[in-house]
């Protein structure tokens, strides 16, 4: 098997179809071949067979039709005693002994050949009887009536005659006889090759079926094997260009089938090692760049504070007001690097993360009550349906999911207003719920809002400051874990966002 794979990885997908199709077809058409010499086989016996039962039963007939004409003949010429009648018995007695032939010519049955022997050796004893028969004229009387010796010189004719006659009827009677066995045997040799003609297709259908039974397997076979080999190359593909669409360019692609299936595997390779490099370039710059921002950053922020606080001189209330300004500016920036430089390192290598059994239930506890201080500032009443869920995953990714969940919910929540989290099992899948009673998101936004950076309408227009990263960073998380993360419609009577996260509990 190791050396039919390698091969075929020798030749291109179109000469491995061809060959795959040549392999196919080979045990059909040798079905088909087969077939047709067992119908053919079939044919030549059927003919011949429906030609000895034609000429059995032509003959048979022809054999009782000669033998009654012969008696007739026979009979005539015993009454008329004439030449004419003569050669007419003799004609048909060599007609008979021709149909007695041509039966012997018809079968092998020894039986049956003994029989129509026997009946020839009657016939002819019957001819040979007739032929040497002698007839004696009647002897002549004086008249002495006309009306009387009339009717004695008839009655002394006929009677010899009928004496011959009955003599020839027991003969007859014989003959008969020994016709109609002869045609029970020949009928039965009919029966015998009509039945052995149904054998024969039998036997035939039954070779045709078998045959049938081994080639059509064996076509499957090969159509599976070459095109197993060809769908194995495909699903290395396509499982190498899922992992590169999810960020994974760390294996290295493999390709194993046709040469020409395994250079584009080589060619997914390739860009695997450039992605990988334009990857590593843009962490890396993020990181240098992000280094060189906080550094300045810190800078500015520690004496934007120091004005604030008036540690170098009183302010006036515009200086302070300015102060502040940079304060609060500072701090946002500073969040928003500190959010890109979560973003790079979760968008970095999502398949190289460390992974552990988490209990969701207390893992969302948990945040929920870190979160106390925040709902009670805006009056948000929080409701939870907790039911316990472990799972495989990243403990640290995991809480940052609920984590930015929990917080886009309570900023963009009204004062007031009030927020919904359920965490359950659905099948082989944790599910996380979190719904709040703020401004919502427009349908046409909803597939956009796991986008780095964006931010919707509602939010814009309620003026609530974001940086456009949290839930890039949930949407990364969840897809590092096999999830998925979407926003749904809001509940009946309700407009606010509705946040629904799916992981599955076993990362195989």
Request: glycine content about 6%; some cysteine; charged content about 30%.
């Given at each position: 098997?190791?050396?039919?794979?390698?091969?075929?990885?020798?030749?291109?997908?179109?000469?491995?179809?061809?060959?795959?199709?040549?392999?196919?077809?080979?045990?059909?058409?040798?079905?088909?071949?087969?077939?047709?010499?067992?119908?053919?086989?079939?044919?030549?016996?059927?003919?011949?067979?429906?030609?000895?039962?034609?000429?059995?039963?032509?003959?048979?007939?022809?054999?009782?039709?000669?033998?009654?004409?012969?008696?007739?003949?026979?009979?005539?010429?015993?009454?008329?005693?004439?030449?004419?009648?003569?050669?007419?018995?003799?004609?048909?007695?060599?007609?008979?002994?021709?149909?007695?032939?041509?039966?012997?010519?018809?079968?092998?049955?020894?039986?049956?050949?003994?029989?129509?022997?026997?009946?020839?050796?009657?016939?002819?004893?019957?001819?040979?009887?007739?032929?040497?028969?002698?007839?004696?004229?009647?002897?002549?009387?004086?008249?002495?009536?006309?009306?009387?010796?009339?009717?004695?010189?008839?009655?002394?004719?006929?009677?010899?005659?009928?004496?011959?006659?009955?003599?020839?009827?027991?003969?007859?009677?014989?003959?008969?006889?020994?016709?109609?066995?002869?045609?029970?045997?020949f009928s039965g040799i009919v029966d015998s090759e009509?039945?052995?003609?149904?054998?024969?297709?039998?036997?035939?259908?039954?070779?045709?079926?078998?045959?049938?039974?081994?080639?059509?397997?064996?076509?499957?076979?090969?159509?599976?094997?070459?095109?197993?080999?060809?769908?194995?190359?495909?699903?290395?593909?396509?499982?190498?260009?899922?992992?590169?669409?999810?960020?994974?360019?760390?294996?290295?692609?493999?390709?194993?089938?046709?040469?020409?299936?395994?250079?584009?595997?080589?060619?997914?390779?390739?860009?695997?090692?450039?992605?990988?490099?334009?990857?590593?370039?843009?962490?890396?710059?993020?990181?240098?760049?992000?280094?060189?921002?906080?550094?300045?950053?810190?800078?500015?922020?520690?004496?934007?504070?120091?004005?604030?606080?008036?540690?170098?001189?009183?302010?006036?209330?515009?200086?302070?007001?300015?102060?502040?300004?940079?304060?609060?500016?500072?701090?946002?920036?500073?969040?928003?690097?500190?959010?890109?430089?979560?973003?790079?390192?979760?968008?970095?290598?999502?398949?190289?993360?460390?992974?552990?059994?988490?209990?969701?239930?207390?893992?969302?506890?948990?945040?929920?009550?870190?979160?106390?201080?925040?709902?009670?500032?805006?009056?948000?009443?929080?409701?939870?349906?907790?039911?316990?869920?472990?799972?495989?995953?990243?403990?640290?990714?995991?809480?940052?999911?609920?984590?930015?969940?929990?917080?886009?919910?309570?900023?963009?929540?009204?004062?007031?207003?009030?927020?919904?989290?359920?965490?359950?099992?659905?099948?082989?899948?944790?599910?996380?719920?979190?719904?709040?009673?703020?401004?919502?998101?427009?349908?046409?936004?909803?597939?956009?809002?796991?986008?780095?950076?964006?931010?919707?309408?509602?939010?814009?227009?309620?003026?609530?400051?974001?940086?456009?990263?949290?839930?890039?960073?949930?949407?990364?998380?969840?897809?590092?874990?096999?999830g998925k993360v979407e926003a749904l419609e809001p509940?009946?009577?309700?407009?606010?966002?509705?946040?629904?996260?799916?992981?599955?509990?076993?990362?195989?």
């Open positions: 098997m190791v050396i039919l794979f390698n091969l075929l990885r020798r030749i291109s997908l179109r000469k491995l179809i061809l060959v795959g199709f040549a392999m196919a077809i080979l045990p059909l058409v040798l079905a088909l071949m087969f077939a047709v010499t067992a119908v053919k086989e079939l044919a030549v016996s059927s003919q011949k067979t429906a030609y000895r039962v034609a000429q059995i039963s032509q003959k048979k007939e022809l054999l009782r039709e000669k033998l009654t004409d012969f008696e007739r003949k026979v009979k005539r010429y015993l009454v008329l005693e004439d030449e004419e009648s003569r050669l007419a018995f003799e004609t048909v007695h060599r007609d008979l002994s021709e149909v007695i032939g041509n039966l012997l010519s018809l079968t092998e049955e020894p039986a049956l050949i003994a029989g129509l022997r026997q009946f020839a050796l009657e016939e002819d004893g019957v001819y040979q009887h007739v032929s040497n028969m002698s007839f004696e004229p009647v002897a002549k009387v004086e008249k002495v009536n006309v009306r009387r010796s009339a009717s004695s010189t008839r009655e002394q004719r006929d009677s010899p005659r009928k004496e011959r006659v009955e003599a020839t009827d027991e003969m007859f009677s014989t003959l008969n006889h020994r016709a109609r066995e002869l045609a029970r045997a009509v039945d052995n003609l149904e054998h024969r297709s039998d036997v035939v259908q039954r070779r045709m079926l078998q045959e049938s039974s081994v080639l059509l397997p064996i076509s499957a076979v090969l159509i599976s094997f070459v095109t197993f080999f060809i769908i194995r190359s495909v699903r290395q593909m396509d499982h190498a260009i899922r992992k590169l669409g999810a960020g994974d360019f760390i294996q290295p692609v493999q390709v194993t089938g046709p040469k020409d299936l395994e250079y584009l595997g080589e060619r997914l390779d390739w860009l695997r090692s450039r992605l990988r490099a334009l990857e590593e370039g843009k962490q890396q710059f993020i990181r240098h760049v992000s280094h060189e921002i906080k550094t300045p950053l810190a800078t500015i922020h520690e004496g934007t504070e120091l004005l604030a606080d008036e540690v170098v001189g009183e302010l006036n209330t515009e200086q302070r007001e300015i102060a502040q300004i940079v304060v609060s500016n500072t701090q946002k920036l500073d969040t928003l690097i500190a959010e890109l430089i979560n973003y790079s390192q979760v968008n970095a290598r999502p398949g190289a993360m460390l992974r552990e059994t988490v209990n969701m239930a207390r893992l969302v506890s948990e945040l929920i009550e870190d979160y106390q201080i925040r709902l009670r500032t805006k009056s948000i009443g929080l409701i939870e349906h907790l039911r316990p869920v472990e799972l495989d995953g990243n403990p640290d990714q995991l809480r940052t999911v609920v984590d930015n969940l929990l917080s886009n919910a309570v900023k963009y929540s009204p004062i007031g207003g009030e927020i919904r989290v359920s965490l359950r099992q659905n099948g082989g899948h944790m599910e996380l719920e979190v719904e709040d009673d703020g401004p919502g998101i427009e349908a046409d936004e909803r597939k956009h809002v796991f986008e780095p950076f964006f931010q919707g309408k509602a939010a814009r227009k309620e003026g609530v400051a974001g940086s456009g990263m949290g839930l890039a960073i949930v949407g990364e998380c969840v897809s590092g874990h096999h509940r009946p009577n309700k407009t606010g966002a509705r946040i629904r996260v799916q992981i599955p509990l076993r990362l195989d």
